[in-house]
């Protein structure tokens, strides 16, 4: 049953089905159009979303395992979900848009599970649900570090944004940093001295976080990069059988 | 092992249950390099821990603008939960350079050895413990 079903399209062999598949258990022309538009779409935004996939993982490596399963702040009226692999996020400004998609990588994290991915034939035989569960976890710890990473980078311009580049701007007091330390008052002294405390702990963090992105994107991630590079490959080479067998 | 030895083996082989465990072997290299391995799951509650800090730090940021207009109790608090944070990070990271040097003395793990190389700054950290906090 298993064979006659596999040699009924002759143009497609059984194994580069189980590659195409292995690459986007989900995969079709159309929705690969539809990630294209996707990364086209938020690349105006500055979410998590965008920062993850553009770096070392592509949305299209990370979509088989949050496929229907991208998390949507319910309570927030900005979200509008299309075809249920879509977001969107409209009307926000920066700082809306950042604390956002802090709360969009958490939920994200806290929902790619075992069940966010049902695999399709023949990719099913491959992969049983434990090694969906497995993939599950090596993306939400992929994801975790992105966040930390994410935000971590946020943090430098709102610190720019909240002080300025040249100029220390603060609602209480407005002083010129240029005056020199001797013209701060103590509350003023303090609150640099603050910064200068947070700026370091970012500091010692944002190294530990580089470099633990670092030993991922050349241990782990050269053997998930090749999945975003193969379907390229696939889909050009294979996209009318694909999408005969798709039918 | 590479998505390229896996992609030819799912090319060239006959035998499906030899595909299956090809897979299997491919994932476990993964999850070894994830730290995702039951056996070093206490590395990756320690790596855990860090990443989270920079939520923590995050909301640091978020009330240091209205800092000096802050009373002096909360000054304090805040300064207290700054030196939590850094506590936290310093004990982490030597426990996390401590069992991963353990690790890498007992069995040779390169990609370990590698993490350990970066993770500990040249041995920045062995010999800075807590600088932060004297600061």
């Known amino acids: 049953m298993l064979q006659e079903s596999i040699n009924e399209d002759k143009s497609v062999p059984f194994t580069d089905l189980i590659l195409i598949q292995l690459v986007n258990p989900t995969l079709s022309q159309s929705s690969v159009n539809k990630t294209r538009v996707n990364q086209t779409h938020l690349s105006g935004n500055a979410t998590i979303d965008v920062n993850v996939n553009q770096t070392f993982m592509s949305s299209q490596s990370v979509a088989p395992f949050v496929h229907n399963d991208v998390p949507v702040t319910p309570n927030h009226r900005d979200h509008d979900t299309m075809d249920g692999d879509e977001v969107f996020i409209k009307n926000l400004n920066d700082t809306d848009k950042i604390r956002l998609s802090y709360r969009v990588s958490s939920s994200m994290i806290r929902r790619i599970g075992a069940n966010s991915v049902q695999v399709s034939f023949p990719l099913d035989i491959l992969l049983s649900p434990d090694d969906i569960a497995e993939y599950n976890n090596i993306m939400s710890f992929i994801f975790r570090i992105k966040r930390s990473k994410f935000v971590l980078d946020q943090l430098l311009f709102i610190h720019k944004e909240t002080t300025g580049l040249t100029e220390l701007k603060v609602k209480s007091a407005s002083v010129n940093v240029t005056k020199g330390k001797n013209d701060m008052t103590p509350a003023q002294r303090d609150m640099k001295t603050f910064y200068h405390k947070l700026n370091l702990l970012r500091g010692t963090l944002i190294h530990f976080v580089n470099n633990l992105q670092h030993y991922v994107a050349t241990r782990v991630g050269d053997r998930l990069i090749p999945i975003t590079k193969h379907l390229t490959s696939c889909v050009s080479g294979r996209r009318n059988g694909v999408e005969r067998v798709g039918r | ?135």
């Not at chain 2, 006959?14 to 039951?38: E, V």
């Not at chain 2, 109790?73 to 004990?91: H, R, S």
């Not at chain 2, 003395?105 to 990609?111: D, E, F, G, I, N």
């Open chain 2, 1 to 135: 092992m590479a998505w390229n030895e896996l992609a030819d083996e799912i090319k060239s082989a006959k035998d499906f249950d030899y595909l299956i465990d090809f897979h299997q072997r491919y994932l476990s290299s993964i999850r070894d390099k994830c730290l995702l391995n039951k056996n070093v799951s206490r590395l990756r509650l320690l790596i855990t821990r860090i990443l989270d800090m920079s939520m923590v730090l995050k909301s640091l940021y978020d009330i240091a603008p209205s800092y000096a207009s802050l009373g002096v109790a909360t000054k304090e608090k805040l300064n207290a939960n700054y030196e939590k944070i850094v506590d936290d990070f310093n004990q982490s990271h030597k426990l996390l350079t401590t069992v991963l040097h353990q690790i890498v003395q007992q069995k040779r793990l390169p990609h370990l050895e590698d993490l350990l190389v970066k993770l500990n700054y040249n041995n920045y950290y062995n010999y800075n413990a807590f600088a932060l906090t004297k600061k």
